[in-house]
Every structure is written in C-alpha cells, then in structure tokens.
C-alpha cells in the first residue's frame, strides 16, 4: 500500500509542479513589486486595495445618508401610490405666482404641396397634394 501511495505521488508531480511554480513564482513577484513601491513612495497593493474599500464604504454611506434625507424626515420612504402629492392651496397659490394669461388667436394659413408620381404599373400620373396648416400665435396679456 505505501509503496502504491509512492508511485502514485511520483507519477502526479510532473504534473502538479508547473502549478506550484506558477504560485511560487506569482508570490514573488508580488513581494518584488511591493517592495519596489514602498521605494518609490507608493502604497502597497494591500494598502491600495484597502483604501479603494475605503472609498467605496464612504460612498456607499453618503449615498444612504443623502437618500435618507431626500425621504421623509425620520428615514423612511413613502411607499404610497401619491406620496408626492403637495397642499393644493400650496399648490394654486404658486400657479398663481407664475401663471400667465395667455390670449389665443387661431390663424390659418393654408398652402399646399402638390408632388406628381408615376404609377410603375399603369404609368400613369398621380398627383399627392398635402395641406400644411401653420401654428397658432399668441399674445401675452399683462
């Protein structure tokens, strides 16, 4: 039994070394380069990989507390169909503040565009006439 146990270990390590070798040979490169970093002033890539989680929890937190604030004012959302729904004497007055009266006079000006197609079948002539009707003017009342 031992002595299957051996062959069988020698036989599969030509094949599971090329992958420990990769993941020697990636963890010291990844020494090299903090190493290399720390020389130069840098963060490391721990350190960096830190300070993006940082950054990403403090916006993730600023983006709660500005959607708590643009809710109700204790934090919770309306769920209602017509949670937006204002005063409606809130409502006129404001309309009344930037209302306009505004006087319409409806003028028709007609022209026509008159576009001649041959038929490809018959060949004959077909006229298309289209009637454009131009819009309504208007004056502002004070």
Do not use: C
């Amino acid at each position: 039994m031992g002595f299957f146990i051996a062959v069988l270990i020698i036989l599969l390590l030509p094949l599971i070394f090329p992958y420990i070798g990769r993941l020697i040979k990636r963890y010291a490169m990844g020494k090299m380069e903090d190493n290399m970093r720390r020389m130069m002033g840098m963060p490391t890539r721990a350190e960096e990989k830190k300070a993006r989680k940082a950054q990403a929890r403090e916006e993730r937190d600023t983006a709660r507390q500005e959607d708590r604030s643009a809710n109700h004012r204790y934090g919770f959302r309306s769920r209602g169909r017509n949670h937006n729904v204002g005063n409606p004497a809130e409502d006129i007055r404001m309309m009344r503040l930037y209302a306009e009266d505004v006087e319409y006079i409806e003028i028709r000006e007609y022209s026509a565009d008159i576009r001649f197609e041959q038929d490809s079948d018959s060949g004959r002539m077909k006229i298309k006439m289209e009637e454009q009707v131009s819009d309504a003017e208007f004056v502002i009342i004070k």
